[in-house]
């Protein structure tokens, strides 16, 4: 990784892809049965260990990426924003104090969306003081851009955090958040299930329970968005007794409910034949 970084004729946008780990959900794929919190473990231990030893190269790579001037839409600008983001999204994975108030000042310090959005998220990998006080701050400047908005709340469902599914419950009381709106509704509830593998399979089965708590909330109202979401637990039996006893038992609970919906009954019936 180190050599294909400090390849000169590798365009910044290549070295961006190339620091691009196979995300949880790809990896879980290769597995049979698939194992969430291992695999949760070994990519992050596999990303800690890149960051460690690859810092002063990340730090500098970040540093020297840095945009001066008017921004650009064109390609090679765009390939070095990313390779900037990749960066220090990688030096998330080592919080020491130094990384951190990079992030913070890349954060503070964005001049456009994709810039703030890297920054909010690696402070998000962090977790912490920092985090927190990015997350107020970016919420008070864009509070009256929707679009925008759905990204804070996306942000924080992604969060791998052992508080996540707490925080949840609490954006979801937010006066931001409209069950009735289906983007804001996706940003928190469908992100967490769909991109937070490590929280969503969370051993308790507390992840399950909360999608389909979701799923027979919004069903009535939305009955497409409800079947959408019970594809997150139709492939119970990918993953061992445990995990998938707890999905297929959610998914009987979701079957049984009075009033379900031919949409969201009939997939839950197909997953459980």
Not at 1 to 10: E, F, I, P, V, W
Not at 31 to 37: T, V
Not at 130 to 139: C, I
Request: with cysteine; glycine share 8%.
């Amino acid at each position: 990784m180190g050599r294909a970084l400090n390849d000169q004729s590798a365009e910044p946008a290549f070295k961006a892809q190339a620091l691009m780990l196979p995300s949880e959900s790809d990896l879980a794929l290769a597995r049979d049965p698939a194992d969430p919190a291992a695999i949760h473990a070994a990519r992050e231990a596999l990303r800690t260990r890149l960051a460690v030893h690859l810092g002063d190269l990340l730090r500098r790579l970040h540093g020297g990426l840095q945009e001066a001037g008017e921004f650009s839409l064109d390609a090679a600008a765009a390939g070095r924003r990313a390779l900037r983001n990749e960066a220090l999204s990688l030096l998330a994975a080592d919080p020491t104090a130094e990384n951190r108030e990079r992030a913070l000042g890349h954060f503070r310090a964005a001049a456009n969306m994709t810039d703030a959005i890297g920054g909010l998220s690696a402070l998000m990998l962090m977790g912490g003081a920092e985090f927190e006080t990015a997350l107020e701050a970016f919420y008070e400047r864009w509070k009256h851009e929707p679009l925008v908005i759905d990204k804070w709340f996306r942000i924080q469902a992604l969060s791998p955090a052992e508080d996540t599914l707490g925080r949840l419950l609490g954006l979801m009381a937010h006066p931001a958040f409209d069950p009735r709106n289906p983007n804001r509704f996706r940003s928190v509830v469908q992100a967490f299930a769909m991109g937070n593998p490590s929280r969503f399979h969370d051993p308790s089965g507390a992840g399950y329970r909360f999608v389909g708590d979701q799923i027979l909330a919004v069903d009535g109202a939305n009955p497409n968005l409800a079947a959408r979401l019970v594809e997150t637990l139709c492939g119970w039996r990918r993953y061992g007794p445990e995990l998938g006893g707890l999905m297929k038992a959610e998914l009987e609970r979701i079957a049984e409910a009075p009033g379900i919906s031919k949409n969201v009954l009939e997939l839950v019936s197909r997953a459980l034949d």
